[in-house]
Every structure is written in C-alpha cells, then in structure tokens.
C-alpha cells in the first residue's frame, strides 16, 4: 500500500510540473491566411503542444503588432516587415526565422490591364505603408521599369478583403494581395499581373522577437522555432491535411485553399534559415523610403543564433 500510495503521489507531481513547464505565448499575425499557415500549422496540428507551449495567434494591424511585441504584450510576431522596420527606427526588435523564403503575394488588377507596365498612373491598394505587402508592390513595379515613387500612387487599405472590396468598387485600380484573395479576384474577372515569387526571392514571411525576450528566454524561443520548423515540414509533405487547415483555421472555401496551396507550396522554406541576398534587398528598400544614409549589417536586423540551435537539434546543421 505505501508502494501504492508513493506511485500516486509521484505520478501527481509528475502531471503537476508537467503543467507547469507550459509556456503561454503570444503570435502576433496579420491575418489567418496563407501568409501565416506556418503558425495555424504549427497550432492546430500541435507541433507548439510537443514544444510545451500554449499558443494564443492573435489577429493584429502591423503597428498594433509592433507596439505589442515591444511592451512585451506579445511574444513574437509574424510581421517580419514591421518587425525591421521598427528595428530601424532604434526598437530592440530582431527577426529570427523565415517561413516564407519567396513571397505568395500578387498584383491584381482591372480587366483591362494585362500587364505591370500598364499601372503607369494607376492606384495600388496596400495594406498598410511601410508593411511587407507595401515594399513589394513597389519592388514588383520598379522591376517592370516603372519608379514607385512618382509613376504609380499607394493606398493603405487595411486587410485583403478590404482590398478585393476596394477594387470591386473602383476605388483602386490594382491590389497585392495573398492567395486565396486573388483566386477570389480572378474569378471576379479580374486579371493576375504578376506574382512576387516569380520576380524575386527574399523573406516574405517569418518570425520576429524582442532582444530582451532572446536574453531572457533562449529556450522558450528555440522551441517555438522547432515547432515552426517542423510545421514546414508537413505543410511541405502534406498537402490533404495543409489544405484542411486553411479551411478550418484560415476560414477559407475549400477550392480557393486547394488552389491556394498548390501555387505557393514551394514559398515555405525547408529550415526558416533567412536568405541573406533577399534581406539586403528589405534592407535596401526600408533605407531607401526611411531615408537612412548609414550602412545597415544584417546582424543589426536580425538573429539567427537561436535558429542555428533548433535546426542542430532536428538535424538540419551539424
């Protein structure tokens, strides 16, 4: 009987420190959408869970994100843009992960555009200035010969579907947006000019945190990025259940996720690392609208030590 009794009360505090090792963390996302199916992933099918943490993704506007992530009112971020963005403006905010290592984003135009170069002029609807969808609208324009700055107009929208909405009433002429928005825009009519992954390669989509949180919790942080990782991994392998996410958790029709799915498969990278040549361009782009003259180091935006770790221990780095 005491044998007995020293089982239950060990088990009992087994299950007791168990629950207490759970981390409760904070995602700060933009939307539930393709652009973040990493974390609706990584939550759903409970990668987080065998990490020991306890997730909240909370649906956020990019400056809400930011001032969240500094005050500590959230713990991470997927608003990579936003994230160096603030960076350089002297917030002790770093980017440690990429999800997306090409960009799912697309310009969306009016039938009688048929190509980039026809936008001369024209309005894009963005989501918000200074955001990821913002830098690369200008980037795909500049791309097609067209300066950013003075031959095309921005216009802050807000999310995807005020954007579609936008361009159904005229009020602008193109829209970027993420799929399933232009699967929706193309069977509305409208015409896809240009997808972003087709054009360039840079980090779209990732993860960000506070230097504070990386010093004071390297643990917790090489754990969230295990369960990110490997949420690749079955977005990567699986499509049937990465697909019933994007229904279930994105709220998306199951013909949009499908066709959602198989066009930007490919963007999701295989380790989150960050495409070095790809965060220059960022870089670039933020010194050149923020008029920054000094030199910025991709150190100063970004640390992947914690990376490094969680990939070692799947793996993926000896």
Known sequence: ???????????????????????????????????????????TRDFFKQEGIDVEIIRMNPNVATMALVSGDVGYTTLIGSVIGANLKGAKLKMIACSQDRTPLALVGKPEFKSVKDLKGRTIGVGSYGSTPDIVARMIVKHFGLDPDTEVKVLALGSDGARLAALKEGVVDVI????????????????????????????????????????????????????????????????????????DWGKTKPEFATAAYDSSVGVFSSDGSIPEDGLRIVIENFRKSMNITRQVSLNEVADTTPLRQAQRELGLRK
């Open 1 to 43: 009987m005491f044998l007995w009794l020293l089982a239950v009360v060990l088990a009992t505090g087994a299950v007791v420190s168990n629950a207490h090792s759970i981390d409760r963390v904070r995602i700060g996302v933009s939307n539930y959408n393709l652009s973040n199916l990493t974390v609706g992933v990584a939550q």
């Open 176 to 247: 970027i947006v993420a799929p399933p928005v232009d699967f929706e825009g193309q069977k509305m009519g409208f015409n896809i000019l240009s997808r972003a992954g087709d054009v360039f390669r840079f980090p779209y989509n990732g993860l960000g945190t506070s230097v504070r949180k990386i010093n004071e919790n390297p643990d917790e942080v090489k754990r969230v990025l295990r369960a990110l990782i490997k949420a690749n991994g079955y977005i990567r392998r699986n499509k049937e259940g990465t697909v019933q996410v994007l229904v």
